[in-house]
């Protein structure tokens, strides 16, 4: 059976997008930090039996009787808007149960999510419209809603996908993606926080050395509190280095068993997978590759990583290719300005 709903859990600079593509690809519509790939074209009305169980948690069984009942065009009218309004309050619901921060300023009525923040975490899910991945950063343990974990330990519903990357690539994507030259990173708070940090520093040594020594950029705090989804048993852990197909860096074979892996854990049939998109070409985006940040990484930068992320460092093949570069006074590479750690607190290397 297809599961309906999905989480995925891909810190930031993990090539998300490339698993967005297949998860889209196979019927979900992505949601949470995906959200902005969701295509405005085609019926995105709901689905047969989906209005009224979602409009009596919301509005009791009388007030969705007499929206439903309603044929005047005004009806019509207050039927979406009511329903619109539960599905707002709904997915605040939804995301807050999955331990993600909202805003406190909302358009959507007090009076909904407090009906609806009663609601038990198995219709909850049953509530959800459509097919829907919702992809987030983080998924913390000391955050998320203890009966949501404990539902999900129980039934294993929804699917669990944990989608990582070596650090060093993440590091890479994350300060190219937060320096484009469009200013356009998104709407995360810290993602906006940092690209005004990272536009204040002159070279790509310096970015990466605060990357390596503030705790707070992003994805770093996001991995270390994530590790438990790397050794639970019934998480699915993808790697963007087996997505990723031969043209950037990984295998055919590989990229195989990793949608062979995404096809099982969705309760897609093998036949599926034809209409899934082909790997990426040499022409996708270069951060997409894997081994990105051999371009970029100094041996300084190689000991603050092994001082700092020891743990999070996890050994993945690479394909042939240099290696971080020795340290030579005649290289012409920048060695990180001992001021950037010394200023946040950390000792330079």
């Known amino acids: 059976?297809?599961?309906?709903?999905?989480?995925?859990?891909?810190?930031?600079?993990?090539?998300?997008?490339?698993?967005?593509?297949?998860?889209?690809?196979?019927?979900?519509?992505?949601?949470?930090?995906?959200?902005?790939?969701?295509?405005?074209?085609?019926?995105?009305?709901?689905?047969?039996?989906?209005?009224?169980?979602?409009?009596?948690?919301?509005?009791?069984?009388?007030?969705?009787?007499?929206?439903?009942?309603?044929?005047?065009?005004?009806?019509?009218?207050?039927l979406q808007e009511a329903y619109e309004a539960a599905v707002g309050a709904l997915w605040r619901v939804w995301w807050q149960r999955?331990?993600?921060?909202?805003?406190?300023?909302?358009?959507?009525?007090?009076?909904?999510?407090?009906r609806l923040a009663r609601t038990p975490d198995a219709e909850l899910l049953r509530l959800l419209p459509g097919h829907g991945c919702w992809y987030l950063t983080g998924l913390r343990l000391d955050t998320l809603d203890g009966g949501l974990l404990?539902?999900?330990?129980?039934?294993?519903?929804?699917?669990?996908?944990?989608?990582?990357?070596?650090?060093?690539?993440?590091?890479?994507?994350?300060?190219?993606h937060l320096s484009r030259p469009d200013g356009q990173v998104g709407t995360l708070p810290d993602h906006l926080v940092y690209r005004d940090i990272l536009a204040t520093l002159p070279t790509m040594d310096a970015k990466i050395t605060l990357a390596l020594t503030d705790p707070d950029f992003p994805g770093i705090q996001e991995a270390r509190r994530c590790q438990w989804l790397a050794r639970h048993p019934a998480v699915r852990v993808i790697r963007h280095e087996d997505l990723v197909g031969p043209a950037l860096g990984g295998t055919a074979e590989a990229r195989e068993q990793a949608v062979t892996t995404l096809l099982a854990v969705t309760g897609h049939s093998t036949s599926d997978r034809?209409?899934?998109?082909?790997?990426?070409?040499?022409?996708?985006?270069?951060?997409?590759?894997?081994?990105?940040?051999?371009?970029?990484?100094?041996?300084?930068?190689?000991?603050?990583?092994?001082?700092?992320?020891?743990?999070?460092?996890?050994?993945?093949?690479?394909?042939?290719?240099?290696?971080?570069?020795?340290?030579?006074?005649?290289?012409?590479?920048e060695a990180p300005a001992p001021y950037e750690p010394a200023r946040l607190g950390v000792p330079a290397p």
Request: overall charge negative; charged content about 20%; some cysteine.
């Open 1 to 78: 059976m297809v599961a309906p709903q999905l989480i995925a859990v891909s810190p930031p600079g993990s090539g998300t997008p490339l698993l967005a593509r297949i998860t889209t690809a196979l019927g979900y519509i992505p949601q949470g930090t995906m959200s902005a790939l969701a295509d405005d074209g085609g019926d995105r009305g709901p689905g047969p039996g989906e209005v009224y169980p979602l409009l009596a948690a919301a509005h009791g069984s009388d007030g969705a009787a007499g929206l439903l009942h309603d044929r005047r065009h005004e009806g019509m009218e207050r």
């Open 98 to 114: 999955l331990g993600q921060p909202v805003t406190a300023a909302s358009p959507v009525r007090p009076s909904l999510t407090e």
């Open 150 to 176: 404990r539902h999900w330990a129980e039934t294993g519903r929804p699917p669990l996908i944990y989608h990582h990357r070596d650090i060093r690539d993440r590091i890479i994507t994350t300060i190219e």
């Open 274 to 333: 034809v209409a899934l998109p082909p790997p990426p070409d040499s022409g996708t985006a270069a951060t997409l590759a894997v081994g990105v940040w051999r371009t970029h990484f100094t041996p300084a930068h190689q000991r603050l990583l092994d001082r700092y992320h020891s743990d999070l460092a996890c050994p993945l093949p690479l394909p042939p290719g240099p290696a971080v570069p020795a340290e030579s006074p005649s290289s012409g590479r």
